[in-house]
């Protein structure tokens, strides 16, 4: 399973207090003459609508120790209109999370970039599945799209601010929580989110979802195939990012000789992980497990790189060993990790420097 490849059961009903949004078109830039009011065209580029392309979320620490309650990260949300700048209204934002416990919502103020909510460690509540936790957040925006229609459009200007007819966009429809990662709907506890905004559905149809070939595959939202409208316009843009569920009581370490991806490693490695709680997937370890290594052979003082496990990784991560002498190799060294008390090792053969 590689979260990095993926593109989320119960109806919840949201109401929300957001930006504007939908299909609206702004004027010129700027009269060819040069006498147009230049204070005007700025803001007509400047349309203030929160849009898919501009929406992302990071968290402070993606893997808590999932062993204990009440471990916290913060988790926050970035947006911009199309033209990067920050919306004009306070704007709302709603939150889920496959496991643990996340706040539903924080506001963004007027003329600010976002916004952040507090998640935190259940260990009752993880239901993640292979050792992952999904986590998303939507709000009312409008879809992305590439602002090409001077290449599709006659007598029309090369990015212009706005969407105009045949130009390629990101189609949305209801959004799903992708608890299992497995990169599509597959009604494994997934949460359903109707796109429902003053009391109507916005963005949402009957037709499959299909994307423009021109539009930008990595940056299509997740959403839950027949529940498109075929047609640009409003809709709940939304994020989603995964955590690891670690625990330090189920550190591990390995000899390693290729990565995540299955790709060769060049000299002495090992692989430093959490197993989960299926028995069988590796995830990141707890931030901060340590990572040290020691050997008797005589004239060598080998090192290891990174010595920790750092706050961003979902997947195993990899630590090599260096050997800083050529009485080092073909020695045995022993690597070491320890997360909170719980500690694991393994011996490894040296390579030379």
């Known amino acids: 399973m590689n979260v990095m490849k993926t593109a989320l059961a119960a109806s919840v009903a949201l109401l929300m207090a957001g930006c504007g949004g939908g299909g609206s078109e702004a004027g010129t830039s700027f009269e060819s003459n040069g006498s147009g009011d230049s204070a005007q065209a700025i803001s007509e580029v400047s349309n203030a609508k929160a849009t898919q392309s501009r929406m992302s979320l990071s968290i402070s620490d993606y893997q808590l120790n999932w062993g204990t309650d009440g471990e916290t990260a913060e988790v926050t949300v970035q947006v911009a209109d199309t033209a990067g700048n920050p919306l004009t209204q306070a704007t709302k934002v709603q939150f889920s999370a496959s496991a643990g416990i996340i706040q539903s919502s924080c506001t963004i103020p007027a003329g600010e970039n976002g916004c952040t909510v507090t998640m935190s460690t259940n260990a009752l509540g993880d239901r993640s599945v292979g050792g992952l936790a999904a986590i998303t957040a939507w709000m009312v925006g409008e879809e992305a799209y590439i602002d090409n229609n001077g290449d599709l459009v006659a007598d029309a200007t090369d990015g212009n601010g706005r969407w105009d007819p045949g130009e390629p966009f990101y189609e949305t429809g209801k959004i799903y929580r992708d608890d299992d990662v497995s990169g599509g709907f597959s009604g494994a506890d997934e949460l359903i989110v109707d796109n429902t905004y003053s009391d109507r ?136 990790v320890a997360s909170n008390g719980f500690e694991r090792q393994v011996n490894v053969v040296m390579s030379a420097p």
Do not use: F, M
């Open 201 to 336: 559905l916005i963005g949402i149809g009957t037709s499959t979802c299909v994307q423009d070939s021109a539009a930008e595959p990595l940056l299509v939202p997740n959403s839950l195939q027949g529940t498109c409208d075929g047609v640009w316009g409003k809709t709940l843009i939304r994020a989603e990012r995964y955590v690891a569920t670690s625990r330090s009581s189920g550190v591990r370490v390995e000899a390693a000789t290729e990565d995540n991806e299955g790709d060769a490693l060049s000299g002495t490695w090992v692989r430093v992980y959490t197993l989960a709680l299926d028995g069988t997937s590796k995830v990141a370890a707890v931030t901060g497990t340590t990572v040290s290594v020691t050997t008797t052979v005589d004239g060598c003082s080998p090192e290891v790189s990174p010595a920790d496990v750092p706050s961003n990784a979902v997947l195993p991560t990899y630590h090599r060993v260096v050997s800083d002498a050529a009485e080092c190799a073909g020695g045995t060294a022993t690597v070491k």
